[in-house]
């Protein structure tokens, strides 16, 4: 079994503050760091620890568009990810020296992250993909999309569906305002809403979202919504299943590192899904996800959420 995850692989640069400025304020940062981000690859990241210890085995994989081979940035991501997350079906853009970048405020006041990116690479297209695609051929069981960018990923999602029937799709629907994102969902077998994304539409609730969604996601055999503090939901519209559960905390709890919360539950999700489907129920499934979502917010990054 094999999982890909195709999604933008980003430098971030963390700036810990106590408060989030206002305009035009002067404001010394306690902390800054330089990570490694990119949705997908916070979730491989994830996925990668919890797949080592499984019985279940899942080749992971990562398709991203990265600046040049030799650049440090790809270097870094080759270094931080490889063996166990393959890059080798990733698409270097030889004439960039620069990686998409994410420069992040962190407010401890209210543990909020507020993201401005910038990213010159260009996109992957259709052909790319379905050139990689092909490389990796029926070994390939679970492709998850970062819904970016919305026609292209349809077309992707349109492909699989003709030439690889049996491989299963999920679609991550996080940023509010993209042309095309709800689209997307109504091809995939499993969707991952964010709140943002609930509540640009006008969602009030991560179980409104799920119950709306379901009408519109076709084929979905499973939606789930994260709603931070709130918790997080998830709803099987062929059985009516529906699971809530609330936010984990352990003693002593606070909140250290928000950034890649989402990331974290989906790559729960996903490791049951693909390693423990048989064994777990959705109840089981979710709180799993949950737990791990919950650990990641109480510590910096990512190391040893297994
Ligand atoms: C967290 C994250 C960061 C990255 C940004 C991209 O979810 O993936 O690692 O900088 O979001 O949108």
Redesign the pocket.
Known sequence: MSLVAIG?Y?V?TILSTSHYPGEDEKLRASNIAHRR???CA?SLEVLQQLTATSRQQLSLNLVAILPAKSSVASQQLIAALEPHVQLRHSIYREQFQEPAS?Y?IKSQSTGSRT?V?YNELPDMTLEEFIRITDELGPRATWFHFEGRIPAVTFGCIQYLRKQYPSARISVELEKPGREGLQELAGLADVVFYSKTWAQGLGYVSAEECLRDQSTKAQNAILLCCTWGQDGADAFEPGTGEFVHVDAYTSAGFQVVDP??A??TFNAGMLYALNCKDKEWDLCTKVKFANRIAGMKVAQEGFPGLS
């Open positions: 933008a980003y971030d981000g990119g949705n916070n994410c992040i993201i990116n950034i890649g989402g990331d």
